[in-house]
Structures are given as structure tokens and as C-alpha cells.
């Protein structure tokens, strides 16, 4: 490239604009070109549009047409300020930087070109004045000196009109002439100052990032904002455990910051709700954020008011059903299931689940999502909630294909239940009988012998007169941890549980804790009816009858035939398949123990019923059935109640759990 080829700059025709940008500081020294750019601009001044074009017309007196610029010395272009500005290109950080610190610097055996004019001596370059002054650099490139500074952030480097040393090099022959003259005046002047400044401050910034005005000011507001955090989280956290434990959250009075400060410091002193009291549990074990907030903070910035605490919980229920939500695709069939129930408010409320299986695990899911307040129990109302609410997350209706709910008629209507509305809009949700609600109808059908209610009744007399009364519990513990017993206790228990009154599976549970403890409460009613006790005076006599013994083994074991099926039909994970596999195997154990009945009924349940009316000092007997008839045979208590009990209600249960679960036997698609 020839020297005049040099002088037409053809390169400055283009121009580029620098605008402004918002502040982000960079962990590194290594940041993007947009953002430490911004960066330095705010700090000084506000960003202006910086304009290059084309100084005054060059002539060939301009520039020595004999100098090698850049072809001569090519391994300066990336340090040579005048090749960089020519360009007409944003530099970028790490190029200013360079240009600033490391810009080209001439060696000793470096000759600069010789400028003349007509009838005067020539004039060159010194390479002192780069020593006297740091901040000028030399541009082989137009062979002349720019001020480094001035050139990358005066403000007069967008002048149109040429600026000695900004936009315009120092290579003609009067700049050399009177250097040090004009040297002085740009010395001087307020633009350079500035640019000195502009550029102190953007190598100490891009060398150190974190010294930054903006940065300094952006931190304050990220501890801010990371102290905001630590104190909501505290309150969240307060508020998560008392959801978890099932602890009311207010209490019976409200407190305002003004009381809550008073007693801030003090844990032992009451608070007018868990959550407050809860908050000073935080505070003691060593939380001094959350401690200054409350002794320091705006009163109406506390985040400890009742809609605060409602917002935090709609907002983690919110959470909470979307992280469920993210385990369906959009094409994922499920199932709904339903059921009314009675907060402590004394509200009927629907609790509302989905039945589906996981597009990641591939596992059966059974989630809760919402309860549902409802003031009406007809099948249409219900039916509506359920519409909503499946809208109102975005669950598509066409995808859904089961319902499970009870076998209320407002619920199992086939004309206007609940199950028949839903179908309208879902055509393949089937309805189901909810299995274990079946289960527990076939229990409670199966207590037609009275052998087997009365023995209820008597076991739930015996129950609620001991855990009624504390002085009666203590007797009943103190018979079995009594160390002299000449009988064996095979039961950890100290309490009887209480009959369900409505899961007749549960009660199972606690008819065998019963007959464990069978003995220490004949004992115990016997201690307290001779100390006067006139109730279990009445309640010694039937439970130390053989008829009161036998039922209730006949019922304990049977039962105990039913629990693991009950227990598995509640499981989330349990399939149809499954279900129907182990209905049937009840069903055949039941055939079993009818085969084989004698045996099982004389080794198992008779046999336990002997042990025990041994300990009690009864005579194994059957009822008599008619009470002055002389000479009637003697029934054989064991053929008695294996035939007039056992095997009523065997067959009872078989039949009446055959009948209510008959749904498994269906065939399903």
C-alpha cells in the first residue's frame, strides 16, 4: 500500500455511534465490550454519540508519501492507535486497555520519517517527548502522535473540525516546529484533563472492577436485597413448620410490632400466636437478621401481619401444585378422586386428588391438590367445584379418565350425581366405587350375628370406660407392667385403642389390643368393682363370659384376614391389576378356612379362647337355649360357636366383600 493510498483514508468515510448501555459489572476482568464500556461512561459522564468522519482535506504536504507505514511494521497494527481509530469500529475494553498501558513504543534503532517543507530545514519525531509525556503514543500507521487519552474519551474526538493530538495526529512539520508549544496549550486545556481522568479511572476499573462507583452502589443494593431474602425466608420458614406440624398459626389475639418489640428479647414470654412465638425461637437460637428487623424495621414492613402470612401460603401452594404439575405432560391420562370432609371450623370442604403416572419415573402417583369449601352436598354443586377447579389449573378434561368417589347417591347417581355430570364433560372418566369405602361397607354389612354386636358392644363399653378416665387408665397400666403377674402379657401396650365408628378396618387394630390385654382388664374391673366401683361391677360379668371370649377371637382373626388387603387398597401406587390379584387371594383364603374349618376353628381360634378362659378360671360352656328344660343334651361349646358364629360370619364377610368388590372382576380397557 503506497503512501498516497495512505493519505486518501478512504477507511474514515464510515462513522460509528457508542451508545448508551445499562451497568453490569462482571466478576472478571474479562467483560463484555457492552458492559464495562458502560460502565466506565456512567461513572465519569453520561455517554455521548461519538462521530467520526473524514478531517479537513489532506494534502500531499500532509504525509511523507516516501514512508513504509504499516506494511513496513506489521506486527504494530493491534497497538498502533491511529490503525485502531481508523477503523471506525467500537474498540473494545481489552483493546482500549492495551492502547492505554501498552501502546507502541519505538525502540532506540527506530527512525521516525523526516517532515519538510518547501525552503526549510526537515523536522522528525523525538522519541523524548513520549518519555516526557505518558500519555502520548506514536502511530507508525500515520506517523504522527496521538494523546491516548484525549483519543479514546475526550469529547472532542467527535468533532467534525480536526483536534491537534484527538483526531489528528502530530506529524506535519509546524507540529514538530512548535511542539512544545502545542504540546502546553493541549496540557492545559479542560478536555484533556477530563480524558486524564476518564482514563485513571477506566484502567483502575477494568483492573480492579469491584472499585466501581456503579459497583459499589449496585452491591449496597444486592446486600439489600440479600437481607430482604434472609428475613422472608425466616418468616416462611416459621410458617412452613407449622403447616408441616399442623399448628394454628394466630392465636386467640393479634399482636402489633409495638408488643412484639417489648418482649423481643424474652423467649419465656407469651405471645398471642405460634407464629410470633415461633419468631423469637428464631431469634434466641441466633437469627440477629430477622432480630435487627423487628427492633429496627419500618412498622409497616414487619412481614408479620395476616395477609402476609396468607400470601406465603397461597404462594407455597402455588409452588407446591406446580411442582406436581410439571410431572404430567399434555397428554397424560388421569384420574380424579374425591371426598367430603370437616375442618375443626366446623366447614365442609372437598379434598381433591389426582391419580396418574409420572412422565419421568414412569411411577403411579396419587397427589393432594386443593381443598375445596363447598355449602352444598348435592351432586351438581359438587360436580361444579370439581369442573373448576380442574379448569382452573389447566388440567385438560378430555384426559381425564377415571373418578373415584363414595357410594352416596349424590355422589353414585347415574342420572344427577356427581359421577354421571362429570361424564358429560369427560366422557371417558369411568366411575368407580372408591374400593376401600366398598371394603368397609362389607365390614360393617357382615355384623348381623348378635353374637358378634354384642361382643362389639361390650368391647366398646369396656374401651370408653377406661379411657374416659385417667385414675382408671393408670389402674389398667399398672395391672400390666405389675411385676408379680402369674400370667404373661405378650403385648407392649398400656392403652386400648377406640373402635372407629367409621373405618370398621381400623377396628381390627384395636380388637386385637384387646384380647392381648384381655386379662389385665378382667383383673383390673375385678380391683375396681371390689373398691365399689359400680360401672365395672356391670362391666366384670359379661367380659368374664366364654360367649364374650370366643367372639371376640372369632372376630380378631378373621378380621386380621382383611387388614392387609384394606392396608393395600389405600396405597397410592396400587393398580387394578393388582388389586383385583389380592381380592382374590382373600376370597380363597376364606374358601380355605371354610374347607378346613374344623381344624382351624379347634387349633387356632378355640385353642386361643381356652387359654385365655383357663387364666380367667372359666369353664369353656355354650348358652343353653331353653333355660328350665330338664334333660337337654349339653351342647359341645366348640361344635356351638363354630357353627352357630364362626361360620356365619365367615361366610358373611366372604360373601358380602365378593358383592361389594365385584368391580375387580370387570373387565377394563
Not at 381400623?506 to 371390689?530: G, K, V
Not at 361360620?647 to 360373601?655: D, N, V, W, Y
Amino acid at each position: 500500500m503506497s503512501g498516497g493510498d495512505k493519505r486518501k483514508l478512504d477507511s474514515l468515510d464510515s462513522f460509528v455511534t457508542i451508545t448508551k448501555k445499562s451497568i453490569v459489572t462482571p466478576s472478571s476482568p474479562k467483560q463484555t465490550e457492552s458492559d464495562q464500556s458502560a460502565l466506565i461512561n456512567a461513572e465519569v459522564t453520561e455517554t455521548i454519540d461519538v462521530e467520526f468522519e473524514e478531517p479537513d482535506t489532506l494534502n500531499s504536504s500532509d504525509i511523507n508519501q516516501n514512508l513504509n507505514v504499516i506494511d513496513s511494521h506489521p506486527s504494530t497494527h493491534e497497538i498502533d492507535i491511529g490503525f485502531q481509530l481508523s477503523l471506525r469500529t467500537t474498540l473494545t475494553n481489552e483493546t482500549k486497555y492495551q492502547l492505554l498501558t501498552k501502546p507502541f513504543r519505538p525502540d532506540k534503532k527506530y527512525k521516525f520519517p523526516d517532515q519538510r517543507e518547501k525552503g526549510a530545514a526537515s523536522r522528525r519525531f523525538m522519541a523524548t517527548w513520549l518519555d516526557q509525556h505518558s500519555f502520548l503514543v506514536y502511530s507508525p500507521y500515520y506517523e504522527g502522535a496521538y494523546c491516548s487519552a484525549c483519543s479514546l474519551f475526550s469529547p472532542l474526538a467527535s468533532y467534525k473540525s480536526n483536534v491537534l493530538f484527538v483526531n489528528y495526529p502530530c506529524s506535519r512539520f509546524g507540529h514538530l516546529k512548535h511542539f512544545s508549544k502545542y504540546i502546553k496549550t493541549h496540557l492545559n486545556s479542560k478536555n484533556h484533563k477530563l480524558a486524564m481522568i476518564r482514563a485513571t479511572e477506566f484502567i483502575r476499573t477494568f483492573e480492579n472492577p469491584t472499585s466501581s462507583i456503579d459497583y459499589q452502589l449496585d452491591r449496597n443494593r444486592i446486600e439489600l436485597i440479600e437481607k430482604n431474602k434472609s428475613i422472608l425466608l425466616s418468616v416462611i420458614k416459621v410458617v412452613i413448620i407449622c403447616a408441616r406440624q399442623n399448628i394454628s398459626i394466630r392465636g386467640h389475639r393479634s399482636e402489633d410490632i409495638i408488643s412484639i418489640r417489648e418482649h423481643l428479647d424474652t423467649v419465656e414470654a407469651s405471645s398471642g400466636s405460634n407464629f410470633i412465638a415461633l419468631l423469637k425461637q428464631r431469634i434466641d437460637a441466633g437469627d440477629q437478621i430477622l432480630q435487627s428487623h423487628l427492633e429496627n424495621g419500618n412498622r409497616n414492613s414487619t412481614y408479620t401481619s395476616s395477609s402476609i402470612q396468607n400470601e406465603i401460603i397461597e404462594l407455597i401452594h402455588e409452588h407446591v401444585l406446580s411442582s406436581i404439575l410439571c410431572r404430567l405432560g399434555p397428554t397424560t391420562l388421569y384420574s380424579i378422586i374425591v371426598d367430603g370432609t370437616t375442618d375443626s371450623s366446623n366447614i365442609e370442604q372437598l379434598c381433591f386428588l389426582i391419580r396418574y403416572v409420572d412422565q419421568h419415573s414412569l411411577e403411579i402417583r396419587e397427589d393432594f391438590l386443593a381443598f375445596i369449601p363447598t355449602t352444598s352436598s348435592t351432586g351438581e354443586a359438587i360436580a361444579d367445584h370439581i369442573l373448576s377447579c380442574l379448569k382452573k389449573i389447566g388440567l385438560p378434561l378430555t384426559n381425564c379418565i377415571g373418578q373415584a368417589y363414595d357410594g352416596a347417591p349424590c355422589m353414585s347417581g347415574i342420572f344427577n350425581g356427581c359421577q354421571a355430570i362429570i361424564k358429560r364433560f369427560c366422557p371417558d372418566a369411568e366411575y368407580m366405587h372408591c374400593s376401600s369405602h366398598a371394603l368397609n361397607l362389607a365390614l360393617i354389612d357382615s355384623s348381623s350375628s348378635h353374637f358378634i354386636r354384642n361382643m362389639y358392644g361390650i368391647v366398646k363399653s369396656i374401651i370408653t370406660f377406661f379411657n374416659d378416665s385417667p385414675k382408671r387408665s393408670n389402674a389398667l397400666k399398672y395391672e400390666i407392667e405389675r411385676p408379680d403377674n402369674d400370667y404373661l402379657v405378650l403385648s407392649k401396650k398400656k392403652r386400648l385403642l377406640s373402635l372407629c365408628e367409621t373405618r370398621w378396618v381400623e377396628r381390627n387394630i384395636a380388637i386385637e389390643t384387646f384380647l392381648e390385654l384381655y386379662i389385665p382388664i378382667s383383673n383390673t374391673l375385678d380391683t375396681l368393682r371390689i373398691g365399689g366401683d359400680s360401672t365395672s361391677q356391670q362391666l366384670y360379668h359379661p367380659i368374664n363370659c366364654f360367649e364374650t371370649i370366643i367372639s371376640t377371637c372369632i372376630a380378631c382373626f378373621l378380621l386380621g384376614e382383611v387388614t392387609p388387603l384394606s392396608r393395600l387398597l389405600q396405597t397410592p401406587t396400587i393398580d387394578f391389576g393388582i388389586a383385583h390379584h389380592h381380592v382374590l387371594s382373600l376370597l380363597k383364603t376364606f374358601d380355605t378356612r371354610e374347607a378346613d374349618m374344623v381344624n382351624y376353628f379347634k387349633n387356632i381360634v378355640f385353642e386361643q379362647a381356652k387359654k385365655i378362659a383357663k387364666e380367667l378360671l372359666i369353664q369353656p360352656t355354650a348358652p343353653r337355649t331353653y333355660q328350665r328344660r330338664h334333660g337337654q343334651d349339653i351342647l359341645d361349646p366348640e361344635e356351638f360357636y363354630r357353627d352357630q358364629v364362626f361360620l356365619p360370619f365367615l361366610r358373611e364377610l366372604k360373601g358380602n366383600i365378593e358383592k361389594r368388590l365385584s368391580i375387580f372382576n370387570q373387565v377394563r380397557i
